[in-house]
């Protein structure tokens, strides 16, 4: 079995500041996803990336860049914190796009002072 | 874009009973998931459900779907204290970027 690694698990940040989230799989999956969870709002689609050096724009891309130099990797960048803001960043992977299970890792809790 | 939605949102149940959380999405899709989320862990998929099928089980699990309603159902039967967790569906169409999920529903089994 593979296993989805994201780091750091908690990242406390500055109002204004950028914030850089990592995540490697090694289930060589084509595909992965960052996605957002709130209280109470369930998952929201940041990005995707169906395949290396591709970046799709889900639905909650604005304020966020993504990044997928390698198969294996795939990172989030939150180009400017707001003040309070407190969510969970959720990277997952899939086979490849068309196979939509996916398969996630424990997540990065973010919150910012 | 669609967003699947959850009936209850929150259960709490004794160990030994049943529970069945709903869900009911929006537009097309060829299939629906269940993932649990416990405290602390990414999603997990614990069954899945594809429009021609109406009626799937896993163990404890049994999902049904009605694609002339448009939901699904999940149910646990039995449930243990292990099974306390948040139970998400997720949903997806043609159209839209990979999975769409709903709310949840927190479902808490007491010894």
């Known amino acids: 079995g593979g296993i989805i690694t994201q780091t750091p698990k908690f990242l406390i940040g500055q109002e204004g500041q950028k914030l850089t989230l990592k995540c490697q799989q090694n289930f060589n999956h084509d595909t992965m996803y960052w996605y957002r969870q709130d209280s109470g709002k369930g998952l929201r689609l940041i990005y995707y990336s169906i395949t290396e050096n591709d970046l799709q724009k889900g639905d909650l891309s604005e304020g966020y860049d993504a990044s997928r130099e390698k198969k294996s990797s795939f990172s989030l960048t939150v180009t400017s914190a707001q003040k309070n803001e407190m969510a969970v960043f959720l990277c997952?992977?899939?086979?490849?796009?068309?196979?939509?299970?996916?398969?996630f890792g424990h997540g990065t809790k973010l919150s910012v002072l | 874009s669609q967003w699947g939605e959850e009936n209850l949102q929150a259960l709490s149940i004794q160990e030994g009973e049943d529970v069945t959380m709903n869900c009911s999405y929006k537009t097309y899709t060829t299939v629906v998931q269940w993932y649990r989320q416990k405290s602390g862990k990414g999603p997990a998929l614990i069954i899945l459900i594809r429009s021609n099928e109406r009626e799937k089980r896993s163990g404890r699990l049994r999902a049904t779907l009605d694609t002339s309603s448009q939901s699904s159902s999940l149910s646990i039967t039995g449930t243990l204290a292990t099974d306390t967790a948040v139970y998400f569906c997720?949903?997806?169409?043609?159209?839209?970027?990979?999975?769409?999920f709903g709310l949840g529903t927190r479902v808490s089994v007491f010894p």
């Open positions: 997952a992977s899939s086979i490849h796009r068309g196979d939509e299970r996916l398969f």
């Open positions: 997720a949903t997806e169409d043609n159209y839209a970027q990979g999975l769409t």
